[in-house]
């Protein structure tokens, strides 16, 4: 029933339809037309401007453009003569000239000053406002209000009702009120030390603040103050780096002091500690170090040992590489860089004859055996064999016997050392038998029963660098076909047919009639400088550049028993006393120290090293102090020769 | 052969640890909720032995935690907290977003929060330990309750550490338990001893802080959080052990103004504020559970602890006796503080050793007489000169109360009167050892509390000594002059050098030990020179200072000869 009035007027509307349709059409085609006439014309004037037409019309014929024959000069007598020249414009449109009326031209004006074409309009009517303050009689609007004001909301009441049925059923309740103030009650009332979590048992507490010193005091003792030098000091150090975070300060009165500028960066410091610090529980060493000292015996109770610098021997100009004191211990020969070699009394310091030879002697060596009086001496490449004609005389002339009754042999082999027979004044002073070397000889040591002589020519991987000499029958051998490394030094075993060599690390034992490597000792060190064998025969001991001294047995181990470092310069000189169980070392500091080193027979007990006595007395020149020791044979004595040139007496 | 290949780093140190960034993921937390959760927890780094093993091989710089530890976090209910707070700001920041001001406002009236009770009873599981670690706490409590009203951090924090602070105060009034307090150039320094255990804490003075830029007061405003948590419980306990009532009231056996106040009191809003303020007066005593007769202190009876001989008994009781003298050091004395002085410090040191106190009824509530009370005994002051001086009262600067406290004696006052140049304040808390340098002052007031009287320095005697000196000196030059003139060609018999025997064996046991030391082994040669060094240079330190004093020693006293003779 409702719809169809709609579907009425609907169709009613179509059949209306046409005949409006239609004159609508039409009108709107004759607006269309003239619109498009204008634009038309507009448009063609700008395309036919070059044609003499000017548009159509509407027979479809040409319209010609008006007749003109104005040419420059006419125009110009127009602007001469015609009043209302500046009035007339040229229509292009039409190709017609139009003359403007006042009317026009005032308009035109007008436009030009940018005011508005009517003349009569007035721009600054007053305004009139409709919704002001005053109250009128009408209203604005006469709108009447709607019913729905009128009438409570049934959705307001639907809500409402919700909302009262939910706190009448307890389900809506009010806000409880915020609980601003912390509560506190007795936390630890049930306490129990047992309850405590694991993680908690490996807790370790944070270590509490540093109480602070007189320093810190707002009036300090005057001497906890820092001088100006102190102060610049703590300036310039590292916040780290510096012993007080702050600078002591002082204040007259409480008064006068102010707020402390960086209370709360140390405050926030200590919690950055404690929440980002790792915690280790360390162990303090509570040691008293009385008790880290070893207790050794008293040295008092390991006398004899040398104590008092007693004698000095001076003569030589410069220094003293080495000496050597006869098996007699009556005397003393010492061999020199100024070119010179020296005899002494050991008893009186008395120099009983100077040798002169033809270079800087480097080792000196007296013949062990005690029936035979002669001395090795090497400089450059020459040994000498010198027979000092001192003491017994009988032992002097024997020793004169057997080095001449040396029969040549038949065949006379190639030898890689030429012996010679000195003549003249050399054989007068007591030079028996000149050795010339290939290389030059560093050092010389005799075997203990006199008649074998070891010489050392130092030289990095060469195969002649250590040759033994039978004097008695002017014979030399090369005992190694190759030499590892530079030798330093060589030793005779004093018991048994054993020949020790010292390279810069090693110490190689060699037995001679196997002929074979025994033993290779190494010395933990850098540069082996010297070398002693115990006349025990067991024992071994190597002084190093590298201010150690390394302790040997040979039947324990071929690493040091011992390595003692007791200098402070390289070592240059070692030497074991032959009957007491001394002995002791030279070095660069100028200091020779005497140690106890007990050999005991009983191979289960382990030698005893006590340092006994720290000896000095040489002056150190050149960088250089004491470079030779040696001890006297039977008494406890020790003589040691320096760069000072002299050699000294220790008693 | 056989078995399954080894992995590197799946077992052993490279387990047991965790990287912070790791440790974060695994609880899936922010780094700052992390932080946040260390710190209440009590969590903090470890250092791997081996650093490269637990680092994979790699040497990057990392922080570690023990894996077990992080463990532990997990099953934190906080951590569950935080994550609900998280929320919490999102749809806040939403509500906002959307303009919708009702929901907004809902939100924030259901802002979750969280109690660290259990945190507290977990890290501390007895009383000891917690009053243990309370050092820090008071130190931080006591500087946040100087922080402005403004700013920095949330007003009731403030205002809830200055209520702790206080309480805390009051606790060590009533049970006398102050021991050492120092004025360093930092603040004061207290050292108070609770239930047996040495707390100091330390106060800035009352000044404006600068607060500066390269602090992060977010992890301050944590640790502040369980600080305050943790002084609460403990003063809530402390205060029941005591008898006394918490919160803490004052007696009303105080003058008039104080029950005008409490009338005032009445009205609720006034009512925290005021009590906090008449608390804070330190002036009055605290309100008991139950009313005990003045005299309640029994005498205790002493046992000798185990394996303590009479000797130690002895020594603990007269350390005792020193103790109890010092706890009533300024009993029945009556002090004035003027206004110009720590009158906090003050009032809280003197009110900790017996004595009564009273100030200014302008300067602060509390004041119970008046400057014109005719007993009192000591006026403290600390400006050069003071106009009106009645004559039947001492007036002392303040340092005279702190050094007092810290000799446990009463020390002469003529020290430390009004304009006098005062004497060093020195630190309590410093024990000499032996070797130590220690500065004449303390030798003084050693002596002093022997009972021995300071000696006066008689400078005139000095010089007159000198002078003596200078004479015989003169003397024997000429003698000598004489002899040589006399004596010039001729041959005097030889002395006999004297030899001095003990000199020589102490030269003798001086080798031994050199010798001796030489023969050490390479270890312990290197502890040995190691603690060596130490002592060394500790006794050159003090010589160093004993020389500096010398020579400012001498300087002031040319000074003063100077000034003599103009």
Known sequence: ?651 | MGGLQKKKYESGSATNYISRNKARKKLSLSLADFRRLCILKGIYPHEPKHKKKVNKGSTAQRTFYLLKDIRFLMHEPIVGKFREYKIFVRKLRKAYGKAEWGTAEKLRGNKPGYKLDHIIKERYPTFIDALRDVDDALSMCFLFSTFPRTGKCHVQTIELCRRLSVEWMNYIITLRSLRKVFLSIKGIYYQAEVLGQIITWLVPYQFAHDHPTDVDYRVMATFTELYTTLLGFINFRLYQTLNLVYPPKVTHSQPAVMLHFDLLSEFGFYCSLLSLSKLSALSASLVRVVSTAEAEEAELDHFPAEGEDGEKLAERLKARQDQDRQEKLFEGLKFFLNREVPRESLAFVLRCFGAQVSWDKSLCIGSTYDVTDETITHHVVDRPSLEKQYINRYYVQPQWVYDCVNARMLLPVEDYFVGVTLPPHLSPFVEEKEGDYVPPEKLKLLALQKGERPEEEEDNDDSEEEEDEDQSDDEDELKGMEEKQASSVKVTPGEAKPVNRQRAEQEAKAEEKRLAVMMMKKRDKYLYDKIMFGKKRSVREANKMSAKRKALDEASKANKKKKLKK
């Open chain 1, 1 to 651: 029933m409702c719809l169809e009035p709609a579907r009425l007027s609907h169709s009613l509307h179509i059949t209306l339809c046409p005949s409006l349709s239609i004159s609508l059409f039409l009108s709107l085609s004759l607006s269309l037309s003239l619109s498009l006439s204008l634009s038309l014309s507009l448009s063609l004037s700008l395309w036919l401007s070059d044609y003499p037409h000017i548009g159509y019309d509407l027979d479809g014929k040409k319209i010609f453009k008006p007749i003109r024959n104005k040419d420059e000069l006419d125009e110009f007598l127009d602007k001469m003569e015609n009043p209302d020249y500046w009035r007339t414009i040229h229509d292009k449109m039409t190709g017609t000239d139009v003359c403007l009326s006042d009317e026009q031209v005032d308009l035109v004006h007008r436009l030009q000053q940018g005011k508005f074409g009517d003349v009569n309009f007035n721009e600054y009517e007053p305004a009139i406002d409709f919704f002001s303050n005053e109250v009128m009689i009408h209203p604005v609007t006469n709108r009447p209000a709607d019913k729905r004001s009128f009438i409570p909301s049934l959705i307001e009441k639907e809500k409402v009702g919700k909302l009262v049925h939910a706190i009448k059923m307890g389900w809506i309740k009010p806000r409880r009120p915020k609980e601003t103030a912390p509560q506190y009650y007795d936390l630890w009332a049930k306490e129990d030390p047992n309850a405590i979590l694991g993680r908690h048992k490996m807790h370790i507490p944070a270590p509490k603040m540093r109480l602070p010193g007189h320093e810190e005091s707002y009036n300090p003792p005057p001497e906890y103050l820092l001088t100006d030098e102190e102060r610049q000091v703590w300036e310039q150090q590292d916040p780290d780096e510096r012993k007080l975070s702050f600078l002591p300060q002082k204040y007259l009165s409480l008064r006068a002091v102010p707020a402390f500028s960086r209370f709360i960066q140390e405050r926030f410091e200590r919690c950055l500690d404690l929440y980002l610090c790792p915690r280790q529980r360390k162990m303090r060493v509570n040691v008293n170090p009385e008790d880290l000292i070893p207790k050794l015996p008293r040295p008092r109770d390991l006398q004899p040992f040398p104590t008092l610098q007693s004698l000095v021997y001076h003569g030589h100009s410069s220094l003293i590489r080495s000496i050597s004191i006869s098996p007699s211990g009556q005397w003393l020969v010492s061999g020199s860089d100024d070119c010179t070699v020296r005899f002494w009394e050991v008893c009186t310091t008395r120099c009983l004859k100077t040798m002169e030879v033809g270079g800087p002697v480097k080792s000196v060596a007296w013949n062990p055996a005690p029936s035979i009086s002669l001395v090795a001496v090497s400089y450059g490449e020459n040994v000498i064999l010198v027979n000092p004609g001192l003491g017994d005389r009988l032992i002097c002339s024997a020793t004169d016997q057997l080095i001449s009754s040396y029969e040549e042999p038949e065949e006379v082999k190639d030898q890689q050392v030429q012996w010679a027979v000195p003549e003249g004044k050399a054989q007068e002073q007591g030079q028996r038998l000149i050795l010339t070397h290939p290389k030059a000889v560093k050092q010389v040591s005799w075997h203990g029963r006199g008649d074998y002589l070891a010489c050392v020519m130092p030289d990095d991987g060469s195969s002649l660098q250590v040759v033994i000499h039978q004097v008695s029958r002017r014979r030399t051998q090369n005992p190694f076909h190759r030499n590892k490394g530079a030798v330093q030094c060589v030793s005779f075993h004093p018991s048994r047919p054993y020949f020790l060599v010292a390279t810069q690390r090693y110490v190689r034992v060699y037995n001679l009639i196997k002929q074979e490597l025994t033993k290779k000792l190494m010395a933990n060190c850098k540069w082996i400088s010297s070398m002693a064998v115990h006349p025990g025969g067991d024992n071994v001991i190597c002084g190093s550049y590298d201010c150690r001294l390394a302790w040997f047995d040979l039947d324990l181990s071929t690493k040091p028993y011992k390595v003692l470092r007791h200098h402070k310069k390289a070592l240059r000189g070692v030497a074991y006393h032959k009957h007491y169980p001394l002995f002791a070392s030279g070095s660069d500091d100028g200091t020779v120290i005497v140690c106890h080193g007990m050999v005991y027979n009983d191979l289960l007990q382990n030698p005893l090293i006590v340092p006994v006595k720290v000896l000095k007395g040489h002056i150190i020149t050149h960088d250089l102090g004491v470079l030779d020791v040696a001890f006297h044979p039977t008494q406890p004595w020790v003589f040691s020769s320096g760069a000072d040139g002299t050699v000294r007496l220790f008693t």
